[in-house]
Every structure is written in C-alpha cells, then in structure tokens.
C-alpha cells in the first residue's frame, strides 16, 4: 500500500526557513496530487498547499508569497520550502498524496513532521 514518510521540521526563529520533505512509496500511479496539510495545536486541520503532477500549485491564502511546493515525480518526492515563517505557522504537517484508484478517490498521508516557530 502507499506509504509516506515526512521530515525536515524542527524549530525555527521567527523569519527563518526550513525545507519539509515527503517520499512515497507504493502504488500512486501516473496522476495523482500531492500536498501538505497541517493542524496546529486545537485548530482544524487545513490544506496548506498541494499540486498535481503536471506542476500546478494551489496554497492557502495565509501562505502565498512565503511557502513552496514542488515535486520530483522520479522520485515520488514532494518538498515544501517554508521562508519567512511566522509563529502561526506552528503545527504538525502532514504530507498526502490522492489518486484514482478502481475509479475510487483514495488519499494517504504520512506520521506527520512538527514545526515550531518561535523565539
């Protein structure tokens, strides 16, 4: 079944950056999206951004201009490079991945990766 596993978070001063990372593995086909959500601590858990596999990129409003997703098909890999991160921006983040399959919507996601922002 797909499996994926996120990394690069950590804490980070105010202003500062860190690079989020997810490789899948498994079945996820030729089309599919791949994205980051997240859920900070007693708030609903949002889509941060995502992208299908011909490159287009979607973001929520409240990180556009600061956050960006990419993908490396070959590689199964999506990033999201967060710059200029605000304490807000403290949550776990979770990386999905959604396809078709047998003509069934299926999404997946990883264990998650925390990122705290603070001073």
């Known amino acids: 079944q797909v499996h994926l596993v996120e990394s690069g978070g950590g804490l980070v001063q105010p202003g500062g950056s860190l690079r989020l990372s997810c490789v899948a593995s498994?079945?996820?086909?030729?089309?599919?999206?791949m994205g980051w959500y997240r859920q900070a601590p007693g708030k609903e858990r949002e889509v941060v951004a995502t992208?299908?596999?011909?490159?287009?990129?979607n973001y929520v409003d409240s990180v556009k201009g600061r956050f960006t997703i990419s993908r490396d098909n070959a590689k199964n890999t999506v990033y999201l490079q967060m710059n200029s991160l605000k304490p807000e921006d403290t949550a776990v983040y979770y990386c999905?991945?959604?396809?078709?399959?047998?003509?069934?919507?299926?999404?997946?996601w990883g264990q998650g990766t925390l990122v705290t922002v603070s001073s």
């Open positions: 999905y991945v959604g396809l078709v399959v047998s003509l069934k919507y299926q999404q997946f």
């Open positions: 498994g079945n996820i086909g030729i089309q599919n999206a």
């Open positions: 992208m299908n596999t011909g490159g287009s990129p």
